[in-house]
């Protein structure tokens, strides 16, 4: 018999949506970070992930790589990104050339405003969201984890909004669970945790705070051993949207005994 | 001259895109990149048949590694 865990709330749907297709997996993979393709394609494979990144450069003549034949050799299909865009032109621009050099018109759309944070511009942001959904792409915003912010990308029509748990890069996790909690509470579109996550439990946490997918990067790729990471926050994902459905306890002050403190035996002096 | 990723390349008059892709050993023909002239992309469809003024400015660009 198959037991079907009961999922409530925002997780009550047992696979992912976006923009009308269906995930069987929570976790996107970032591919930067791995300094080896046969890793990449292995922590492709643990992580069970269906959508991953990539970032849009110059083409060096010198060194042709595999990317996109490892990627396709797994069978997900690639996510491409904005990364290093400082303006909405240049992200426009970088999406469009994606579409055409990918096929898709799927784009996760960053515009950065700080070289030392790589946090979020969000004026630009919302200027190039918006041309973007327009132009009939599926938008997917990196994001601050101000909840205005996210509600202003769902009404310009985002398919989903990806606010950061802390900045890209740094494993610090979920700095402000109350923030992503109200981006949770609020949003009609998926929440994707992106940026911060450094290690099993964070994505782990995520999902019981009720995001409906992660995305790691450098979590992964940079763990001493990224497949083994892959694994672990696989699992981490599938447990925490399962820890929400549970329904965890609420948090007291006080202890509160799970043994009964009746039929205690008296002892003799 | 014009400039692709850049730096400056001698041309023919009036390349067309495709006949910058072959000069730069790039497959015209392989998935995965695209092209922007003067901050415009241009679709591989017109490729073999737009030409390029002097100073015109090439961006080709593939997707690599990033999260």
Same mark, same amino acid.
Request: aromatic share 2%; charged share 20%.
């Given at each position: 018999?198959?037991?079907?865990?009961?999922?409530?709330?925002?997780?009550?749907?047992?696979?992912?949506?976006?923009?009308?297709?269906?995930?069987?997996?929570?976790?996107?993979?970032?591919?930067?970070?791995?300094?080896?393709?046969?890793?990449?394609g292995?922590?492709?494979?643990?992580?069970?992930?269906?959508?991953?990144?990539?970032?849009?450069?110059?083409?060096?003549?010198?060194?042709?790589?595999?990317?996109l034949?490892?990627?396709?050799?797994?069978?997900?299909?690639?996510?491409?990104?904005?990364?290093?865009?400082?303006?909405?032109?240049?992200?426009?621009?970088?999406?469009?050339?994606?579409?055409?050099?990918?096929?898709?018109?799927?784009v996760?759309?960053?515009?950065?405003?700080?070289?030392?944070?790589?946090?979020?511009?969000?004026?630009?942001?919302?200027?190039?969201?918006?041309?973007?959904?327009?132009?009939?792409?599926?938008?997917?915003?990196?994001t601050?984890?101000?909840?205005v912010?996210?509600?202003?990308?769902?009404?310009?029509?985002?398919?989903?909004?990806?606010?950061?748990?802390?900045p890209?890069?740094?494993?610090?996790?979920?700095?402000?669970?109350?923030?992503?909690?109200?981006?949770?509470e609020?949003?009609?579109?998926?929440?994707?945790?992106?940026?911060?996550?450094?290690?099993?439990?964070?994505?782990?946490?995520?999902?019981?705070?009720?995001?409906?997918?992660?995305?790691?990067?450098?979590?992964?790729?940079?763990?001493?051993?990224?497949?083994?990471?892959?694994?672990?926050?696989?699992?981490?994902?599938?447990?925490?949207?399962?820890?929400?459905?549970?329904?965890?306890?609420?948090?007291?002050?006080?202890?509160?005994?799970?043994?009964?403190?009746?039929?205690?035996?008296?002892?003799?002096? | 001259?014009?400039?692709?990723?850049?730096?400056?390349? /001698?041309?023919?008059?009036?390349?067309?895109?495709?006949?910058?892709?072959?000069?730069?050993?790039?497959?015209?023909?392989?998935?995965?990149?695209?092209?922007?002239?003067?901050?415009?992309?241009?679709?591989?469809?017109?490729?073999?048949?737009?030409?390029?003024?002097?100073?015109?400015?090439? /961006?080709?660009?593939?997707?690599?590694?990033?999260?």
């Open positions: 018999m198959t037991v079907q865990p009961h999922v409530a709330g925002r997780s009550a749907s047992p696979a992912l949506q976006i923009a009308g297709r269906t995930f069987g997996s929570r976790l996107l993979l970032g591919t930067g970070g791995f300094t080896r393709m046969e890793t990449l292995d922590a492709i494979e643990a992580s069970r992930t269906e959508l991953v990144t990539v970032a849009m450069r110059r083409v060096d003549t010198s060194a042709e790589g595999s990317l034949d490892v990627i396709r050799a797994r069978g997900v299909d690639v996510l491409p990104n904005t990364a290093g865009c400082f303006t909405a032109r240049d992200a426009v621009l970088t999406a469009q050339l994606a579409r055409e050099a990918l096929g898709t018109e799927w996760k759309l960053e515009v950065i405003g700080d070289e030392r944070t790589l946090l979020p511009d969000a004026p630009e942001l919302l200027v190039a969201a918006e041309q973007l959904v327009d132009e009939g792409f599926v938008v997917l915003p990196y601050t984890d101000d909840p912010l996210a509600r202003r990308l769902e009404d310009i029509g985002c398919a989903a909004v990806m606010p950061l748990g802390s890209i890069g740094s494993g610090q996790g979920i700095a402000n669970p109350a923030n992503l909690t109200l981006i949770i609020a949003a009609g579109v998926p929440v994707i945790l992106d940026a911060g996550v450094g290690t099993a439990s964070d994505a782990a946490l995520a999902m019981e705070l009720g995001c409906d997918a992660v995305l790691c990067a450098s979590a992964i790729s940079r763990a001493t051993d990224p497949v083994a990471m892959a694994h672990a926050i696989r699992h981490a994902i599938v447990a925490g949207v399962l820890a929400r459905g549970a329904g965890r306890i609420p948090r007291r002050t006080h202890a509160r005994a799970s043994s009964p403190l009746e039929g205690m035996a008296e002892f003799a002096e | 001259m014009i400039f692709v990723n850049g730096k400056p390349v /001698e041309t023919a008059d009036h390349p067309t895109i495709r006949d910058v892709l072959v000069e730069l050993d790039i497959d015209p023909d392989a998935a995965g990149i695209a092209v922007a002239v003067d901050a415009e992309v241009a679709r591989r469809g017109v490729w073999p048949t737009r030409t390029l003024d002097e100073g015109a400015h090439v /961006e080709i660009v593939r997707a690599v590694q990033g999260g």
